[in-house]
């Protein structure tokens, strides 16, 4: 079954974010949760959220004139996701450049990138995760953020 990854998956994604600690049971459980979604809605990444990063929250007054704030942004990529028009590696760029939440974009993008995945085959699956996880530390390239890096 797909969620033997999840586990590897969200460890190499707090490795990439810097994390010094293991993912708690509760913020692999909201993963599990997310990836048993068909098709998902704001509530779901941001249900995610309250146990990966408690303090995030949805962009709302920062957004610059012509910007979407993070709830726009969030519900735009969702339409995407759903539609399975843009691969995984293209939902979490656009992810991480829109930056819907306070904090915590890197792990829940790449929870998105999982989630998109899932919505594949094993096969292409389990060839992305052998590839690796997108996205190296920021603290190698100030905008590893911006682009994808397989490892």
């Known amino acids: 079954m797909t969620h033997l990854w999840v586990t590897e998956a969200v460890r ?9 600690r293991e993912p708690t049971t509760a913020e692999l ?10 098709r998902l809605e704001p509530s779901n990444l941001i249900v995610l959220m309250s146990y990966v990063d408690p ?14 704030d993070g709830a726009r942004a969030l519900l735009k990529l969702l339409a995407l996701a759903n539609a ?3 691969a995984p590696h293209e939902l979490m760029s656009l992810f991480t450049l829109a930056k819907p939440f306070t904090a915590g974009n890197g792990r829940c993008g790449r929870a998105l990138w999982l989630w998109r995945a899932v919505q594949g085959n094993e096969t ?21 953020e911006r682009r994808t890096v397989w490892h």
């Open 12 to 20: 190499r994604s707090y490795a990439l974010s810097g994390g010094r």
């Open 84 to 86: 399975k028009l843009a």
């Open 29 to 38: 459980g909201a993963h599990r949760g997310l990836m048993m979604c068909r």
């Open 55 to 68: 303090a995030a929250t949805l962009r709302h007054d920062d957004a610059q004139e012509g910007d979407d």
């Open 124 to 144: 292409e699956l389990a060839a992305m995760m052998s590839a690796g996880m997108p996205f190296g530390p920021a603290a190698q390239d100030p905008v590893a």
